[in-house]
């Protein structure tokens, strides 16, 4: 851009040095017909050209703050499947950086653990689990044994071709 800038301001320059040197009298005698004015030519003052960095204003920057609301959420649900005896539930509740929550479930033996935990930035995580109920095995109904049969096969000696063939009455024939 200043290279550009210079470029033009030379140019002009030479204009200027070229007008002042063509007498006007040159110009009535080309144009006769027409009435010339006087014109009155004058140096231009020298520009000052600065190579400091332009500051240029802006507006101010109001840097606006994202407001967060802390996190916060509460959720429940269960599940009672007398079919397959799969029964359990729990709930949870956040506010801010505290979590607090509890679930429980029917085990296989009949007892119902209970996990009540809280959790937060400054003690961590922390569960109590709990057992209620009275395990019940449920004795195995007696189950009725029946051998299978043994079955049994007489050993036969196996033979090879290179063996040699007896026809006599008395041999006894194998068969393959």
């Not at 005698?29 to 204003?57: K, T």
Request: charged share 15%; glycine share 6%.
């Amino acid at each position: 851009m200043m290279m550009f800038l210079l470029q033009v301001i030379t140019l002009l320059g030479a204009l200027a040095v070229t007008l002042q040197a063509v007498p006007v009298s040159g110009i009535e005698e080309g144009y006769s017909h027409i009435a010339v004015a006087p014109i009155a030519l004058s140096q231009a003052p020298a520009l000052e050209i600065s190579h400091a960095p332009v500051a240029i204003p802006q507006a101010p920057v109001i840097k606006e703050l994202e407001h967060h609301a802390p996190p916060q959420y509460e959720f429940r649900y269960g599940v009672k499947d007398t079919h397959t005896h799969d029964i359990k539930e729990q709930a949870e509740k956040r506010i801010g950086d505290k979590v607090e929550g509890h679930y429980s479930l029917v085990e296989p033996d009949g007892t119902t653990r209970t996990v009540k935990y809280t959790a937060d930035h400054h003690s961590g995580f922390n569960a109590v689990v709990t057992k209620s109920g009275h395990a019940i095995h449920p004795a195995a109904p007696p189950q009725k044994v029946v051998a299978a049969p043994v079955i049994s096969y007489p050993h036969v000696p196996l033979t090879t071709h290179d063996a040699a063939i007896s026809y006599d009455n008395d041999a006894e024939l194998i068969y393959h």
